[in-house]
């Protein structure tokens, strides 16, 4: 409550205080960061270096900044830079957990390293992810290999989130808002008689799950020249739950299987999550070219609440940015490249079926985009860009064994998948005096979809020839015209006080998994599901495109630089038509029980309806004190409510987080950081009838966090979980990690994902 009560009260007081024009007007002046080309600060060229004063950090050149739009252009957007991620990416796997502090943004639960980001209740492929001028898409019928999973956490420099209104530059084929994902920088030389070499490794542990990490980076540049290295790679055995939340027992039947405890996550475990990338960059006047060449292999990586694991995945990866500076403005320009290849099997912890039951995916991805920046006047700027995709994608399962209802052969679940994106967008932004800014744009893309001719493992069989047979009669092609507009405006009537409040109709057409998995039986239809509820999906091939319509308001109190006090407010509604929900299957070799159940997992076809999400964020930090030789304590407070209703039929909307909220304490003395931090969520008793979700208990957990940085190094002590409260995960879904996942009657159902037990955790990197 003290620490609520300081957030409050703080910024009631000052905002009553005469402030000074001229500082306002400067603080006004460096928040409005162009999104162009500029010089910074050698601090972040490397997302590593550690945060300490300017005198003790190494001497580096300069660095080519391809800066994220300035958040003032979007309600609710949010910019996290090194000193917000530092602490997190020390030990962090997983790239979306990077985002668990943002106001509005929730996250699914999948492996190790492979969470699906949700903003504002809207999650996975309904937000657009750019990831270093990439948009990468998932090769897996459960969504194993999203795009945050394509950069490890070590590799990112920044992250740009927009939660209210996306403007239409950063939009695109999408509802639920953006990600952008950038890279450090690269960093030159100062001087044509200088050569800058840098390096940096870190390593960790964290104590639940045995987990252990390793990243290291080198530079070599002149002052016109840069190529860099980075690698990073982690393992984890099966984490545990606080107490026990099901039986123990063997999961798997093959010989020697794994005796798992009442409080073991099965299938939670992941090893060889192996990243590397190359990177070479040229600088010439006011332009930059930079190449960089990726390829990311995982060994294995298991999730608990899928009906299979990963049994590997290799993802080639290479992209070419441009930018530069004209008379008339600024230029960008990508093009990007993604081969995947994707199986799936069952892990240790699993029933192996004999012969197993292995899937596999092969996806080719190819864009790219051009992005121009025109200054019109003093007052306006046009932006203007381009986009084009083509994403081509085969899922296909060998046949098990050599005879039975799964062989002679290979089951296609898509064949000849193809998915092509062509869009363009004008955005006009206009200052019209210090306290008015303006932003209005216009986005129309085409998408194309199609799907060739599929067959099951038998032909002969009816199980599998009936149902192809229908598929194969539909026509595949479908065609979507989208149209998408913004409008936003902010008002600053106060130098303490800004107001912005936005429109937005965004469209985003179907994923191939949505229109074309074909099969209505249950063994098939449960591997096709990327929501982690443990049921069974059917696709739609007449699915129509969804079309989002969001209102939101903001309210942002702070003082003149933002930076001792702040308190921000989002409120918002979306209500999206042709929403893609899902309707209990009737048809083909789906039951009539399976209509009427109110328990158990059940077969689902995704379909259209209508849906309202509305809620608010609230975000808030204010200077306690700061004092020569006490240094200084910081109050930190995050809270997000929403909620998600299906219009047509009255039903929760899936996965839909329950009141949610942090406070904190950050104190900073010298080269230490110390932070306590207090997590709360509500019960989750609004759940989606039509998928028998399972309710969650409200939890509440403290975590403690320390850092000391020195010039060359930094090391991270943490404790996640300090009273080691058990809890389920109100997103982590169903529990189908262990034993005979390949029914809808052998895995108990009622049983959710749990959190993460007491864990210690600590990281070193060294910076030279």
Known sequence: MLVVAALVAIPLRALSQEADPERAEASREASETFDGVSRASDASADASLPSVGDDALPTLGSVLVVAPRASESSAGAVTLGDRDLSAQRATATDTARLLGGVAGVSLYGAGGGSSLPAIHGLADERVNVEVDGAEPMAACPNHMNPALATIPPSKVGSVTVYRGITPVSAGGDSIGGAIEVEPAAPAFAESAAEMLATARGGAYFRSNANAVGYDMAGTLASENLHVSYQESNAQAENYTAAKPFKAGGVGSL?????????????????????????????????????????????????????????????????????????????????????????????????????????????????????????????????????????????????????????APNTFWNIRDGVRDRLGIFGEWEAQWNPQWRTTAGVRGETVVSNAGKVEGYNDRLATWSKDAAAFNALDHRQRDFNLDWAALVRWAPLDRLALQAGYARQTRSPSLYERYPWSTNAMAALMNNFAGDGNGYVGNVDLRAEVAHTAAVTIDLHDDEGDDWRLEATGYVTDVDDFIDARRCDFGQCSKLNVTRQTGFVILQYANQSARLYGVDVSAHALLWDFEGLGSLTATAVFA?????????????????????????????????????????????????????????????????????????????????????????PLGGAYLGQGASMSTATIPWGVTVPGMGRSYNVALTLTF
């Open 641 to 729: 409510c929403v909620r998600g209703v299906n219009r047509d039929t009255g039903d929760d909307l899936y996965h839909i987080m329950p009141p949610s909220g942090t406070a904190g304490l950050v104190h900073r003395l010298g080269a230490w950081t110390l932070t306590a931090e207090f997590q709360v969520a509500a019960a989750k008793t609004r759940v989606s009838q039509v998928r028998n979700e399972v309710p969650t208990d409200p939890y509440s957990l403290l975590h403690l966090r320390a850092s000391y940085a020195w010039k060359y190094a930094r090391i991270d002590v943490s404790v996640e979980n300090v009273l080691d409260r058990f809890y389920d995960l």
């Open 254 to 406: 093959l010989p020697g299987g794994e005796y798992l405890a009442g409080n073991v996550v099965g299938s939670s475990n992941y090893d060889n999550l192996h990243s590397r990338s190359v990177r070479v960059a040229g600088r010439y006047a006011d332009h930059r070219l930079a190449l960089t060449a990726s390829l990311q292999q995982v060994g294995f990586e298991g999730f608990p609440n899928q009906r299979m694991d990963m049994t590997a995945n290799e993802s080639q990866q290479l992209g070419l940015r441009y930018a530069g500076q004209y008379g008339w403005g600024d230029l960008r320009a990508d093009l990007y490249g993604h081969n995947t290849r994707h199986a799936m099997d069952m892990g240790p912890d699993r029933f192996f079926y004999g012969y197993g039951m292995p899937m596999e995916a092969k996806a080719r991805t190819r864009g790219g985009s051009l992005e121009g920046d025109l200054r019109l006047s003093e007052r306006d700027l046009l932006r203007v860009g381009s986009l084009y995709q083509t994403y081509d994608l085969d899922d296909w399962w060998p046949p098990v064994g050599k005879k039975g209802s799964m």
